[in-house]
């Protein structure tokens, strides 16, 4: 919907201004606050440095479960997973009485603003590391839409751009690589010069981050790396907003070993076999760097306990941060009821809960775990090039980032 008078557009019931200049939002996907803070520290980010005096710095909260696909279509849709209905990489779908993964547009319920600022006749572009959010990300938009995994593959009716790979000179990245996020910025810099789009969504992905702890090499070398692409995207004239999905944390002992809650063997062994389903939502086909551990989990209790039986032994697990029903863990984490099961699992920073043991191969972890998905990972950086007017008190969600970019900078 436009409003011709005042030049904004309206998405998921929230407002945005036409914007004066492009705007370029980045979700920097695990981007733990503490990468920035350690490269700025270390001199390997001189652009984010210099947003100090120029810039804006605020410190949000992304969605729980602060895994990748939740709150990428939060950033883009503007609102909660109890709007857009994405609350995870995968999920128990009642209707088709299976375990299926959530990468299907036919699962999201909200379009995106950027399908909105299309249709109002802007140029949109979207560049995503992995394929697997491109159909999300894209869905009904009248624009460019690629990934860097599949740049090879893109077709001017499928992706509104026929030559992606010729944008950057690179090759196709392997998807566990830090060059697949380059790519990214690669062709975000090179779209920005070439198409001008008013509106532009970047989005990596993080498999240096969970490998590379803030302030260790490997960290600061790729931090570095999208330090020098927003200041070029700067150069060229776009405000620019920085976040992240979600942070990172090590999920290990002190030696470096995983601590890991098999919760679906805890519950067969309490009730019995095949009673309770306990569904991991952070499992995805790439699964190598964090073998589908992370600090989320939604527990189906069928003929089974009692919620609260199960409430309370899940509870003590050691490691085991809140157990909550399914009516609070909508209410707190504005979560799609019908898209959870009885019971949310969240653990604390160090711990990682896993389905069964035999289904989470931990040979393919060649670093000590660091993963995410808890309220321990929900503190992400929201980051501007330009100064912000009288910023509201709020709690700042990063999926207020295309909020802050077109509504409430200078
Ligand atoms: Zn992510």
Redesign the pocket.
């Known amino acids: 919907m436009t409003t011709p008078s005042t030049r904004s557009v309206s998405s998921n019931g929230r407002t945005y201004q036409w914007p004066a200049r492009p705007l370029v939002v980045v979700?920097v996907?695990?981007c733990e606050p503490d990468y920035l803070t350690q490269a700025i520290t270390a001199g390997c980010a001189p652009y984010l440095a210099s947003l100090l005096e120029r810039g804006t710095c605020l410190t949000a909260d992304s969605v729980v479960p602060?895994?990748?696909?939740p709150?990428?279509l939060s950033i883009v849709t503007g609102a909660p997973p109890s709007v857009h209905g994405i609350c995870g990489n995968y999920f128990w779908d009642p209707d088709a009485n299976a375990e299926v993964m959530m990468n299907d547009a036919k699962y999201l319920r909200a379009g995106t603003l950027l399908a909105a600022f299309a249709d109002a006749g802007a140029r949109v572009a979207v560049v995503t590391a992995k394929d697997k959010l491109r159909s999300l990300l894209g869905h009904k938009l009248l624009g460019i839409c690629f990934s860097a995994e599949r740049a090879a593959e893109v077709t001017l009716v499928d992706n509104g751009i026929a030559d992606a790979l010729a944008l950057t000179g690179m090759k196709v990245p392997s998807v566990y690589s830090a060059a697949l996020s380059e790519f990214v910025f690669a062709a975000g810099v090179a779209l920005l010069e070439r198409e001008r789009p008013d509106i532009m969504y970047l989005s990596t992905?993080?498999y240096v981050?969970h490998k590379a702890a803030p302030g260790t090499p490997a960290a600061n070398e790729f931090t570095a790396m999208i330090d020098r692409y927003l200041g070029r995207l700067d150069a060229l004239g776009a405000t620019v907003v920085v976040t992240?999905?979600?942070g990172?944390n090590a999920k290990t002992d002190a030696f470096g070993r995983p601590n890991i809650i098999f919760l679906q063997d805890r519950l067969d062994e309490w009730y019995g076999k095949a009673t309770t389903r306990v569904i991991l939502p952070i499992t995805d086909p790439y699964v190598v760097h964090h073998g589908a551990l992370g600090s989320y989990a939604t527990v189906y209790l069928g003929q089974g306990p009692t919620r609260d039986h199960a409430i309370r032994h899940i509870a003590a697990l050691p490691g085991v941060e809140s157990v909550l029903t399914r009516e609070q863990a909508c209410a707190r984490f504005e979560l799609p009821a019908d898209r959870v099961g009885d019971l949310v699992v969240v653990t604390e920073r160090l711990t990682a809960i896993g389905s069964s043991r035999d289904r989470h191969d931990l040979s393919q972890l060649d670093a000590p775990l660091r993963s995410?998905g808890g309220v321990s990972e929900q503190r992400v950086p929201l980051i501007a090039n330009r100064r912000a007017g009288n910023l509201p008190t709020r709690r700042w969600r990063n999926f207020d980032a295309f909020d802050l970019g077109l509504n409430h900078l200078q």
């Not at 602060?66 to 696909?69: C, E, G, H, K, R």
């Open positions: 979700c996907d695990g602060s895994f990748t696909n709150n990428n992905t993080d981050q992240a999905d979600h990172m995410h």
